[in-house]
């Protein structure tokens, strides 16, 4: 596994519009897939809040994305989102890409704590989450779905 967060680019932005958590939303569009929303939505919210958007790559293969930064509502270093192309799930990529995010983040901002929602039912995202040290703070957040909100303490 060569895991790199690279830039979003004029060479790789449909690339990455493109892959979908699901194979079902292989065939349609949407804002919101199943457990995330989609890429283009957060290269959205990227550009209008002023997050961090990133490639994620196994060597040369796009794998997945992930959006972060400041939130300014909130007062927080947010993981707004963390996805991996469904052709890619289950291949044990989920913990070393977010110790990989979480390092550039710690690298970028030099941030103490690291917030971040998920849907409530998303089990697979939240063993991850907690397998890292993540934990529950007891807000939740009123997005598509419910969302709890989950907080890394760095040292």
Not at 30 to 42: D, K, L, M, P, T
Not at 139 to 152: F, G, K, N, R
Request: charged share 25%.
């Amino acid at each position: 596994m060569k895991l790199a967060l690279k830039e979003v680019t004029e060479n790789n932005f449909f690339e990455i519009i493109d892959l979908k958590s699901d194979k079902e939303q292989e065939k349609i569009f949407q804002i919101y897939e199943r457990w995330v929303g989609s890429n283009a939505f957060f290269l959205a919210v990227c550009q209008t809040f002023s997050f961090t958007p990133k490639a994620i790559y196994d060597d040369n293969t796009l794998i997945g994305f992930t959006s972060y930064g400041f939130r300014k509502e909130t007062n927080r270093f947010e993981l707004i989102s963390m996805m991996i192309g469904h052709a890619f799930q289950g291949k044990g990529y989920g913990v070393p890409v977010l110790k990989a995010i979480i390092d550039d983040m710690v690298n970028m901002y030099n941030c103490k704590e690291i917030y971040l929602s998920v849907i409530y039912n998303n089990e697979r995202a939240i063993k991850t989450y907690e397998k890292l040290g993540f934990v529950p703070t007891g807000e939740v957040e009123s997005a598509h779905h419910p969302e709890p909100i989950y907080c890394l303490k760095l040292s």
